[in-house]
């Protein structure tokens, strides 16, 4: 019941690692204008945190301030704000959380003042929201905003057009507006070491999520996944605490793995491990804990997720590259998952279906986000279609927590476990 | 005997049925759901298991000569009876407890014009109450809480204008009583009101008051027997509130897949509309779901909608259909907001549209929805069973039929007078089957 | 000296309202009545309302000297000209209580917030949307489910001591919503606060966005009646600290007849002025 | 021909959800070709330069009945991906032998994917425009885009497309947009004479009628519509935003005047005024399209705007240009471009005391009531207090 006594979370050295990293990573932000640091805003899908480096740059992330925001329990408030201010109703409520925190002063998270911002780089990487957001956010700054357009991979390929595209504009707009509000000047060898440091994070967070390919799977790829990918996909990316976490994180998978053991959920060791699934979409931030634990008190662990690929999609071989830097940039920006065609999400999904040997495919579909949601459901029909595997579509929003129904969230999972064990208990038979 | 029992607790409705071991369904009940749960599961239950009687007594009385052929006539005048009884019953309760609430704190100087005005409903409503019963009457629907309300407010409001006392004060007390009437159980034994009910059978058919003692031996040999409850299990938008353990709760969606399945066991594409959710369910040749979609959270155009529309026109749920089946006209309508539904049927109203026309197209709208999820599902494949309780109604049956022939062609397209009891009866399989299991796995031992 | 008739043809409710006024100023009451609609036929019952009140001012449709609708009044033949009603909101807020500088009308379907200024001309105003989660009429059955009379509604409210939020934002889900809170034994007055909270938080939020940030906000409209609502809805300002006196006045729900009847007074003295009278009727 | 000769003519283009007229133009000479688009823009001149006949594909309103375009939409994603699913479906859209999807949001974006998905047979191209306007940096990057458009549109008719084929098309649309703009001018001044409903038919005609066609009509329209006298209502003069993508109801339209309010200026069918000056015949006429793109095209939520201060500029000049008195923002229910650039509009707005309104539909908004009320409380307002 609900009023049971909140369990201890086990806390393993990642973990804490990781929850040090952020709280560093905020009190350094809340300092920032005080110290007179430049603050950079900028968005999670194709961030360029390597480059902001170059510049003395700290880094603030709208969206993790938002989807932290929703762990705590605050975006209800903060979209209430924005809405009461003029946002509709129906618009992204990352957008309107962001603002509604704006709208209270700016106190992030973790209770830490969030500084104002100097430059907001919009990193237009597969979603069009992206850019009214930062307009909407200049208009309370008066501070410079960089465009960075990441043409769409509508064929599935990255052509030659659309990285000649991206890479003059780094060159010829980014590079120079960030100097010069910076005034740091770029240095291509400095962006060189960062980009080497990304890299070997790279090769261990793909280990790590391939790990779930085994039986069972040491890691949740989705719930678990979301703490996994923190580090990279943000302001660490190109550091060394970010190599560092993610040898750390691999050396006690690799021990799960030796033991045989399942994922670390919030309540301890996960039981046996009933059914394998792969997740498209997001998470529901307002209600994280009690979404995973219907899941893990079926038995269901995910293997694969493709939220895990929002920040870069590492899993088929693309690098950060030392040796060709802006370049290698673009070609991260404009592959990032919701810039992939539906069609390639498709292949991507099934792909995982196979690798991972699913059982299933489970869709969150979030009200928020039509980059991820238009679409999904000829995703789940053409899905099952290919692999013969049944699908779950369950609906609710990233951190409105309106929009989480946990009764009818319950019931959906209940029946398609239901379901799946059906199925499972005749092939047996 | 053995009885498997098989609970579906809807959003509107709750209902059971009620299984021999021959997979055989010997009763059905149903009544409204309302704030206790249990009380509802276990009206619901009483009702399948009288209904069982019922099946029981047809057993014991086919041999009874003394009928005289006339078999049928005298169990469906007993029924009928017993629904009467059953409603004086219920009606004296509502009277005590309204006269308990027409109380001074509340209504100070008026309180004794008030209790005169509902001594006077009463008598009234008594007074009618064996007319709705008779054979061929058009009752507004079969739950106490919807004949006794409508009937009670029509009285009323006459009452009070004849009294010159503020209708809002008479429907107050119905208000307040109505929720603690509904959740009292009964706690008269059955078979006092059956005998109570047989008698008053006996006056409608006083030419066979000879056979009387040859009828009610086999009767009262019937409601001795024991229907021993082997297994129940519960299903339905309530289920988890239901007092019963994991072991015996299912899901909705499966329990209409594989009741559906039972009842045609060609079925692939099941649609179910019930009060407040719509779900298009596709299962195997075994009746095993292997795909489901339901509406989101939004509760436009499922059945409560059409409850309000019943409600706005101050018709019977039963009584829409049929009226929108005269329609000649097309009306387009787009909006199935529940709670817009009356302002939408009053705007269009007002451009002079007919009610029949207007009321053609709010079914159709319905559909329309339900196609969509369906569309989601999947699609429709041959056999395609509706059910639920908007299956009962012939207007949204004509739309639908119209909408697959126009989308998918000719399809086997099954609906049966029963289809609100489908959750129930998968329920009821579930629990042969897990008698089975048990069975199976012991002697496997 | 204008005597005119406003006729506000609700979704719950007919309202009507006979003044005598100088072009809209100085006005005075000469009658007022309010009919429940309950499923009868509103074109009908807004005519027999204007009967009723010509009867009790003693006067004949001749004796008026503009009839003007408002509301769903479009229709109604007898009118001389109709007004919007957050028109009319707004002026008759300001004719009950001229301090008001926000006008929240709460009907039977729908919520508007309407910021007006000190001559009753609406300034901004916001709607709630197509989804009739909320309303008055959500409010009307829960009510009856619960077995309270309308006027009671309010002072148990305000009882309420541990009240139970209403989770869906769909007015029939939320109707379940409150069966199982009855369930679950939570008492009246708890959920009643609880749908107050949940309809407040959705007014205070139109409220808002009309940008009104000082003065006098006066609720209009059937639920004006309802002190539970405002009683929450002020609340729930203090706690936002939001600079407003949130008010309500014994005839608030005449509000919108008040208004048209007054703005018909001015729209007949204009039209006198320029000799373009239309003929009444 | 009449007002009414006329106006009934678009309005049975506009009611035939089948585009037979794109049938009969296909079947009047074997061998033709059609290609859809959706809002808000594609370069038509390269289409016509292919001499195939651009088809604007704007949803199927209020009279389409949405079974399996419901199947692939959740309910808070408006309503044009699904009505244009379902027509897709219902073999409707089988005259057109491809399809393009602009740049406008993520919904049509992965709409481009799905229909990839469930017409396979068809040519589908997502066309990207760019987001920043440097001819060095964007331009390049748009040129090329035109050039891979016309390069497949040349493969599909199996002819390349010259450049003088592309310069007598942009000659040809640089009339329409004179025609079009001919009409806008003639309704901003007499709009009792030329209804926003009327308007609004002429140019969705646009939207199937071969282009030479639709400019010679909307000429005879303002031709008739000057030889007869229409009566004059006492209404307030409006600018409509937001209306750019999926449609409003034709009731709506006509509700908006019912309640008050003449339309004076709007962002409908923003494609058939999306290059604000005539393109140049002479030169390289991608860029010359690539340029009037980049400099020279209307403001809308779906362009990023790169200087804060020049945020709302556009619209008030449209409100002054036109002489209205106030702005109605009418956006679809979820559509965010629209929805998140209201505050901003709004508030530009507000600095110069232009007065404005704002409410949202669906293409199948049947209850107008509530609109007539904002719309109509607007107009009062006005009314009642203007000088
Ligand atoms: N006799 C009838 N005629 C027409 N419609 C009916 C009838 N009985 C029930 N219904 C419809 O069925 C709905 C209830 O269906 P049901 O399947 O019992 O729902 P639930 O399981 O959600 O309670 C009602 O809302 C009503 O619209
Ligand atoms: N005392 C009261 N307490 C609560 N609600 C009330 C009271 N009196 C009237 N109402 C509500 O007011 C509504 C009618 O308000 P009104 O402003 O007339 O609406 P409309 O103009 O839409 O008809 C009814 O739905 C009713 O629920
Ligand atoms: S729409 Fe989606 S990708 Fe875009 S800002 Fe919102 S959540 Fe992020
Ligand atoms: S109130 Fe109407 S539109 Fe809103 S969620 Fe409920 S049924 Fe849907
Ligand atoms: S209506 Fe808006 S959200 Fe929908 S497709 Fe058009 S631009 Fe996108």
Same mark, same amino acid.
């Given at each position: ?41 900028? &968005? ?41 201010? !003029? ?270 040997? +699913? ?12 980059? &991820? ?57 | ?8 607790? !809807? ?144 009285? !009323?409001? *006459? ?205 159709? +709208? ?19 069973? &509706? ?6 109604? !012939? ?51 | ?281 | ?303 990023? *705007? ?52 704002? &409410? ?28």
């Amino acid at each position: 019941m609900s009023n049971a006594a909140p369990q201890d979370v086990i806390k393993e050295p990642s973990m804490l690692k990781q929850k040090e990293m952020i709280d560093t990573n905020f009190k350094s932000l809340s300092t920032a204008n005080e110290e007179g640091r430049k603050v950079c805003s900028t &968005f999670v899908p194709g961030n360029l945190n390597e480059l902001l480096m170059c510049f003395d740059l700290v880094r603030n992330f709208p969206e993790i301030n938002a989807l932290q925001n929703g762990m705590r329990k605050k975006t209800g408030r903060l979209i209430m704000e924005a809405e009461r201010n !003029g946002q509709s109703e129906d618009v992204c409520t990352y957008v309107k959380s962001d603002l509604g925190m704006m709208l209270q002063g700016n106190i992030g998270p973790t209770g830490d003042k969030l500084p104002d911002p100097d430059v907001l780089l919009l990193s237009y990487t597969g979603c069009f929201t992206f850019m009214k957001w930062f307009e909407l956010v200049r208009e309370h700054y008066d501070c410079e905003t960089i465009m960075l357009h990441v043409p769409y991979q509508a064929d599935g390929k990255i052509t030659q057009n659309m990285r000649d595209y991206v890479v003059k504009q780094l060159k010829e707009d980014v590079i120079p507006t960030l100097e010069r509000v910076s005034g740091v000047k770029f240095d291509m060898d400095r962006l060189r070491q960062y980009m080497r440091e990304s890299a070997k994070a790279e090769d261990d967070l793909v280990w790590i999520l391939q790990s779930a390919k085994n039986k069972p799977s040491p890691i949740d790829a989705f719930f678990g996944g979301v703490y996994y990918i923190g580090p990279i996909f943000t302001a660490f990316r190109g550091t060394e605490a970010a190599t560092e976490y993610y040898r750390t994180l691999r050396g006690e998978i690799e021990q799960r793995l030796a033991n045989g053991q399942g994922p670390v959920t919030p309540e301890g060791d996960f039981g046996k491990e009933r059914f394998r699934l792969v997740v498209e979409g997001t998470p529901n931030y307002t209600n994280f804990r009690e979404f995973w634990k219907m899941f893990y008190d079926e038995g269901a662990v995910v293997v694969a997720s493709t939220y895990t690929k929002v920040g870069g999609v590492y899993d088929f071989g693309f690098r950060h590259d030392p040796d060709h830097p802006i370049e290698s940039l673009a070609d991260y920006c404009l592959g990032c998952y919701t810039n992939l065609s539906l069609p390639a999400r498709i292949r991507m999904l099934c792909n995982y279906m196979e690798d991972y040997q +699913a059982d299933g495919l489970v869709i969150n579909s979030v009200k928020s986000c039509n980059s &991820f949601s238009a679409g999904q459901l000829l995703m789940l029909r053409e899905i099952e279609k290919r692999t013969g595997k049944p699908a779950a579509f369950i609906e609710t929003d990233l951190v409105d927590p309106r929009y989480f129904s946990a009764a009818n969230v319950k019931n959906r999972l209940e029946s398609y476990f239901q379901m799946l064990q059906q199925k499972g208990a005749i092939q047996a038979a | 005997m053995q009885c498997f029992v098989g609970i579906d607790l !809807g959003s509107t409705t709750t209902k059971a049925v009620v299984m021999n071991e021959d997979l055989q369904v010997i009763g059905r009940g149903i009544t409204n759901s309302r704030s206790n749960y249990d009380v509802a599961a276990e009206v619901a239950k009483q009702e399948a298991l009288l209904n069982a009687r019922f099946y029981l007594f047809r057993h014991s009385l086919d041999g009874v000569r003394a009928l005289d052929g006339r078999l049928d006539s005298f169990l469906d005048q007993l029924v009928r009876d017993f629904r009467l009884e059953q409603f004086l019953e219920q009606l004296a309760d509502l009277e005590q407890t309204c006269t308990a609430n027409a109380a001074p704190d509340r209504f100070g100087a008026d309180t004794a014009a008030l209790h005169e005005a509902l001594a006077e409903i009463f008598r009234r409503l008594n007074r009618e109450a064996p007319a709705q019963f008779a054979a061929g009457a058009n009752r507004k629907s079969d739950f106490f809480r919807d004949i006794a309300g409508s009937r009670y407010l029509a009285v !009323g409001e *006459e009452v009070a204008g004849e009294c010159k006392l503020p209708f809002d004060y008479v429907l107050n007390v119905y208000d307040r009583s109505i929720i603690d009437v509904e959740n009292r159980i009964s706690d008269e034994s059955l078979s006092d009101k059956l005998m109570r009910a047989l008698d008053r059978t006996f006056i409608a058919f006083d030419d066979l008051s000879a056979a009387s003692d040859a009828v009610r031996a086999p009767v009262k040999a019937a409601l001795d027997m024991t229907l021993e409850e082997t297994y129940v299990i519960g299903t339905g938008y309530g289920r988890a509130r239901l007092p019963f353990s994991k072991e015996h709760i299912r899901s909705e969606i499966l329990c209409h897949g594989l009741g559906a399945h039972v009842m045609y066991p060609d079925t692939a594409t099941v649609l179910d509309i019930g009060g407040q959710d719509t779900k298009a369910i596709q299962v195997d040749p075994a009746g095993i779901v292997e795909n489901f979609q339901m509406n989101d959270r939004c509760a436009a155009g499922c059945g409560r909608y059409l409850g309000y529309i019943a409600d706005e026109m101050n018709l019977g749920l039963h009584e829409l259909g049929p009226l929108a089946l005269k329609s000649t006209r097309n009306v387009r309508i787009n909006s199935t907001c529940t709670v817009f539904a009356g302002a939408e049927l009053r705007d269009r109203l007002s451009l002079g549209e007919a009610r029949e026309d207007i009321l053609a197209g709010l079914h159709r +709208a319905i559909i329309l929805r339900a196609m969509s999820i369906l569309s989601r599902s999947g699609g429709i494949r041959d056999q395609f069973t &509706f059910t639920g309780g908007v299956a009962n109604n !012939g207007a949204a049956v004509k739309a639908l039929k119209q909408l697959i022939k126009e989308n998918y062609g000719d399809l086997t397209i099954n609906i049966d007078p029963d289809s609100i009891y489908t959750g129930a009866l998968g329920a009821a399989t579930f629990a042969r089957r897990a008698i089975e299991a048990d069975a199976a796995q012991a002697g496997g031992h | 000296m204008q005597t005119t008739a406003g006729i506000d043809v609700g979704s719950g409710a007919i309202k009507g309202v006979l003044f005598q006024s100088q072009g809209g100023e100085k006005p005075e009451w000469l009658s007022k009545r309010v009919e429940r609609i309950r499923r009868r036929d509103p074109m009908e019952l807004a005519r027999q309302c204007f009967d009723e009140m010509l009867a009790e001012a003693g006067l004949m449709e001749d004796d008026i000297d503009y009839v003007s609708t408002t509301g769903e009044g479009e229709n109604i033949e007898f009118r001389t000209g109709h007004f919007y009603s957050m028109t009319t909101h707004a002026r008759g807020a300001i004719y009950l209580q001229p301090e008001t500088r926000a006008a929240m009308d709460v009907g039977a379907l729908h919520g508007r917030a309407i910021r007006v200024d000190e001559r009753g001309k609406v300034l901004t105003y916001k709607m709630t949307s197509q989804c009739a989660s909320g309303s008055g009429q959500f409010l009307e059955n829960i009510a009856r489910y619960l077995g309270v009379a309308l006027d009671e509604v309010g002072a148990l409210s305000q009882q309420a001591d541990d009240p139970e939020a209403v989770s869906s934002i769909c007015a029939v889900l939320a109707e379940t919503d409150v069966i199982n809170m009855v369930s679950r034994g939570i008492s009246t007055q708890n959920i009643l606060k609880g749908i107050h909270t949940s309809m407040a938080d959705r007014l205070v939020k139109l409220l808002k966005s009309t940008r009104v940030d000082e003065g006098v906000v006066l609720v209009t409209g059937g639920l004006a009646n309802d002190s539970g609502l405002v009683a929450t809805m002020a609340e729930r300002m203090v706690a936002q600290k939001m600079n407003l006196t949130l008010q309500s006045h014994p005839d608030s729900i005449y509000a919108g007849a008040i208004g048209a009847a007054l703005w018909g007074a001015f729209r007949h003295q204009k039209l006198a002025d320029l000799d373009a009278l239309p003929k009444a009727s | 021909m009449t007002v009414q000769e006329i106006v009934d003519r678009c309005q049975a283009l506009f009611d035939d959800l089948d585009f037979n007229a794109v049938k009969d133009w296909k079947a009047a000479e074997p061998g033709r070709k059609a290609i859809g688009y959706l809002p808000i823009y594609v370069p038509r001149e390269i289409i016509h330069a292919a001499g195939m006949l651009p088809v604007g594909i704007f949803g199927g309103g209020d009279q389409l009945e949405v079974i399996h375009g419901d199947a692939y939409y959740q309910s808070y994603i408006c309503r044009i991906p699904r009505s244009t699913i379902e027509l897709g479906l219902t073999g409707r859209l089988d005259s057109l032998d491809g399809m393009l999807f602009p740049s406008i949001c993520d919904v049509i974006r992965n709409l481009s994917g799905m229909w990839q998905l469930l017409f396979k047979d068809k040519y589908v191209r997502y066309f990207d425009v760019p987001q920043t306007y440097r001819d060095d940096i964007a331009g390049t990057f748009y040129i090329h885009e035109l050039q891979s458009l016309r390069d497949d549109l040349g493969e599909l008719v199996g002819r390349p497309i010259s450049d003088d084929d592309l310069r007598q098309s942009i000659a040809v649309y640089n009339d329409n947009r004179k025609a079009i703009a001919a009409l806008y001018q003639y309704r901003a001044e007499r709009p009792w004479q030329a209804p926003t409903s009327e308007l609004y038919l002429l140019l969705r005609a646009g939207m199937v009628l071969p282009v030479e066609e639709h400019s010679q009509l909307l000429r005879d329209y303002v031709a008739a519509a000057a030889e007869e006298e229409r009566p004059r209502r006492d209404n307030c003069r409006v600018v409509v935003n937001g209306v750019f993508c999926e449609q409003p109801p034709l009731g709506l339209i006509k509700s908006l005047e019912l309640a008050g309010c003449y339309v004076v200026d709007d962002d409908f069918l923003l494609i058939t005024r999306w290059l604000l000056d005539d393109v140049p015949t002479a030169g390289d006429p991608l860029e010359n399209l690539s340029k009037a793109f980049l400099h020279h095209s209307a403001a809308t939520s779906a362009k990023f *705007e790169p200087d804060k201060a020049d945020k709302g500029k556009f619209l008030i000049e449209q409100v002054r240009s036109s002489g209205a008195e106030g702005v109605i923002f009418a956006a679809p229910s979820f559509c965010d471009p629209a929805l998140l650039d209201r505050p901003m509009l709004q508030e530009a707005l507000n600095k110069v005391d232009i007065p404005f309104t704002a &409410f949202k539909y669906a293409e199948n908004t049947g209850q107008l009531q509530a609109i007539r009320e904002q719309a109509g409380t607007f107009a009062d307002s006005i009314k009642l207090w203007s000088a």
